[in-house]
Structure formats: C-alpha cells, structure tokens
C-alpha cells in the first residue's frame, strides 16, 4: 500500500452501498459491497477472495501465515437491514451524513457493522504502512448475511475449518458499555422465536348473536399472553428456571460497578422513552438486560384493523413470541415447555397451532483468561478508560458456531455507542468510537502477539 487510506472517505464509500441482504431486488448491490471489501483488502496488502454461496458471497482475507506467530481471527459482517421508514430518517439512509456538532456520521449500517469492522480493517492497514507487517497473522471473514440469520456460514465454517484454524477471534458487533463506556461482553442471551395462533369458529361472527357463548379467540389470546409472567415479572412457564447458570458473585458485583458509574437506569429510560422502568424483582437493570431470560410478545393481532367500529367476534388471533435465554438453557427445550404450558391454559372451545420460529443458543466466554486480559488492555490504552465486563442482552447465534467449531476464545470488543439507533431510522456511529477502533485494534494485535 503506497498512501494510507483516509478513513472517513473510505467509510463514506463503504456506507453508500445498499447492502440489504433480506431484499432480493439488492443482491447486485450486495454483491458489488462484497467485490467492494474484497478490492480494499488487496489494497491494504492482504489476499482476499469473495467466496460465492447459494446466498451472499463470504469474504475472506488473510495476511501470508507465520507459523512462528499467533494467529486472530476478526469476524464482521457487510449486510445491513432495511432501512424502512425512509420518513423518519433525517437524511437519505445510503448517502451518508456527517453532523460536525454531534461528531457522529448518519446511514444504514453504520453502527451495525460497517463502520466497526471497517476499523479493524483499517488498524491492520496503518499498522501495515507504519512497520511493514504485523505481530501476529490475521484472517477476516466478513459475511453478507447476518442480518438473516447466517444461512449459509456454518456450512462455509466446517468447509473451510483448517484454513481458518486460529488462537482467538474478535468481533466488534455488540456495544459499548451503558454512557458510551468500553467493555469486553463475555456473554450473549440466546433467543427462541415462537407463534401461535388461536382459532375459534370457522368465520367471524356476530358479536351481539354469538358473544358470551362462543369463546372469542382474541380474549384467549390475551389471557394467554397473560399468564406468561406474574406480577413480579417472573416467568410462569414449568421449568423454565431449571437449567439456568446463576451469575457468580463477581458478575453481580461488575453489574453493580456499571450501574453506579454509567447511571445505567437513568440512561436506559432516556433511550427508550419511558419515565420508569420495569423488570423480574430483585435484580438490577443490567442484570435483567443481559443475565436473566425474557420473554416478550412481539406481536399481536386479530380481527377488525380499520377505522370505526364492526362488532365481531374474530375467527382467529394470532401472538409471536421470542425467548432471550441465557447460558444452559436449550433454547429446543424451551420451546417444548411453553408449548406446553399454553396448550395446558387452553379454555373449551378454541384450538391451537404453535409454529416454531428461529432459535439460537445463548454464549459465555471467559473475560479473564489471558486473550481475555489483553483486550482489556487494549481497550484501556486506546479509550482511555477501564473496561467494564458486560453482559449483552442481544443474540449473535454464531457466536456459539464459532465456539463449536473452533473451540478458541472468542472476544466481544464493542465499538456501537448505546444510541446508534441500530436497526432504526437514523443509525449512526460516534467518529470518536471509529477512530478510536482503528487504535484499539494496533493496540490488540500487540497485545495478543505477547
């Protein structure tokens, strides 16, 4: 590489591309992002290939291996989501918008995961144009279809396992710590997704002719999603609790620390709008967010949607569902007990159907261990600041694959600020947390090399 690349046209360049792999009218587009990344790798020095698969391509690209030297694995994807509402965003989502007074850039994907993984990207390209080489060797493998699930990857992964053999991975697509803080997360929940749906008579009736004889399956539904929690927030489901990992003493006390620093629940109810928060009693916010299960209705539906009134009782109703588990819980066996305890609560005169949705095991990785401890440093050097231990309330279900598969320790580095707006109008990316990416990642691979 004869210049170093200039790190914000670069992201400029890499945020226009509508990567949105759910929508098939965008796969040229998602193919011309992957060419795209795959073409700045070989301008950095690396070798690269776009590996094609029955979805989106897999882009891969490797410094020449040192057998002397360890070897990291950075994992990221390029695929965003929808951008849909297009109203509510204050500039077009593919054209990427620089506010200079809140230091922050605007588009679709750049906090999820375009401008993270672009700053590791390019910390091995200024580490390359300052020494010449690198501490350790490195493989990226940047995906292009996360934001569905990774249909494809796991297959690629047992593919490709010698070649992609490494001593640790890193991936930067969670967040930071609550006030914009760093932190390492050593544990995701997992997620089970559920529908059901009530049906009760065969077409939509009369609600003064048939009302008070015939069960209406919208109130069924109600009561059901009822009985899924007790006053106290606490999960009702026989057994749900049983396989549950408790959190050890030391993980209550680094969730007390965030909560104190951070203002976490103060901060939380700004983010999401609310004057008061509400949660399974006796823990914390934190706690509650990333280290107990959950389970919340994501949807609910039936009968008349229009304007003014038309009096029936509906046919059907339907409920979806998802499970945030955490680590032991299956999230299979989940999905068998609550169909059960629902069938169990079923009143006379309804039937159900229960459609199993996408699920993903929760994950828990050590944050002491020494890959763990370099991090740590590294995350302290170039933030300035000791790093909080965090426990992400979200699921990256490969996180687990890679740990099945590889078997190596993984680190969840976060670069998102709390409100990147991810998967919302108006996603955006604090430059402070980009440029201090691209250092936190020079930093790391001293570190690990170590």
């Known amino acids: 590489m004869s210049t170093p690349l200039d790190p914000i046209a670069t992201l400029v360049e890499y945020l226009r591309f509508p990567s949105i792999s759910t929508q098939q009218e965008h796969a040229p587009q998602v193919r011309a992002c992957a060419e795209w990344l795959e073409s700045l790798f070989k301008k950095i020095g ?8 029955e979805g989106h391509p897999i882009v891969v690209a490797k410094t020449i291996p040192d057998p002397k030297k360890k070897t990291l694995f950075i994992y990221g994807h390029y695929d965003v989501q929808p951008p849909e509402p297009l109203e509510e965003w204050k500039s077009p989502p593919f054209q990427p918008h620089i506010d200079t007074k809140e230091e922050r850039i605007y588009a679709r994907g750049s906090s999820d995961n375009k401008a993270p993984t672009l700053a590791h990207i390019l910390g091995v390209a200024k580490t390359l144009q300052e020494k010449g080489s690198l501490p350790v060797n490195v493989i990226f493998l940047i995906e292009g279809e996360e934001e569905i699930g990774s249909p494809h990857l796991d297959h690629f992964l047992q593919e490709h396992q010698a070649e992609l053999a490494s001593d640790v991975i890193v ?3 969670t967040g930071m710590a609550p006030g914009n803080l760093p932190a390492i997360t050593y544990a995701l929940r997992g997620i089970a997704a559920m529908e059901f749906i009530v049906r009760g008579p065969a077409h939509d009736l009369h609600s003064g002719l048939f009302g008070g004889a015939v069960a209406n399956p ?19 489901i026989p057994g749900f609790y049983d396989d549950l990992q408790p959190q050890e003493p030391w993980e209550r006390d680094a969730a007390k620390a965030l909560e104190q620093v951070s203002q976490a629940d103060q901060y939380i109810k700004e983010l999401a709008g609310v004057e008061e928060l509400f949660g399974e009693t006796g823990f914390s916010t934190c706690e509650r967010i990333g280290a107990r299960p959950s389970v919340e209705v994501n949807g609910f539906g039936g009968g008349y949607q229009g304007t003014g009134t038309k009096t029936i009782l509906p046919k059907e109703a339907f409920v979806k569902l998802s499970f945030r588990l955490v680590a032991n819980q299956n999230p299979k066996i989940i999905l068998e007990q609550a169909s059960t305890y629902l069938r169990n609560q079923l009143p006379p005169g309804v039937s159900l159907d229960i459609i199993f949705g996408h699920y993903g095991e929760a ?47 993984i680190l969840l580095i976060g670069l998102a600020n709390p409100d990147c707006a991810m998967h919302s109008p108006n996603e955006n990316m604090l430059l402070r947390n980009f440029f201090n990416g691209i250092t936190l990642n020079q930093i790391l691979l001293e570190r690990l090399a170590q």
């Open 46 to 53: 690396l070798h690269a290939i776009a590996y094609p698969t």
């Open 171 to 173: 991936i930067s697509d």
């Open 363 to 409: 994950c828990l990785m050590n944050p002491t261990s020494s890959y763990g401890k370099a991090a740590r440093e590294a995350l302290k050097e170039s933030f300035g600041t000791e790093p909080f231990l965090l426990r992400d309330g979200a699921s990256i279900p490969i996180v687990a694959q890679f740990k099945k598969i590889f078997g190596v320790d």
């Open 218 to 236: 919208l109130t069924v539904a109600a009561r059901l999603i009822a009985s899924l929690h007790d006053e106290n927030g606490h999960i009702l």
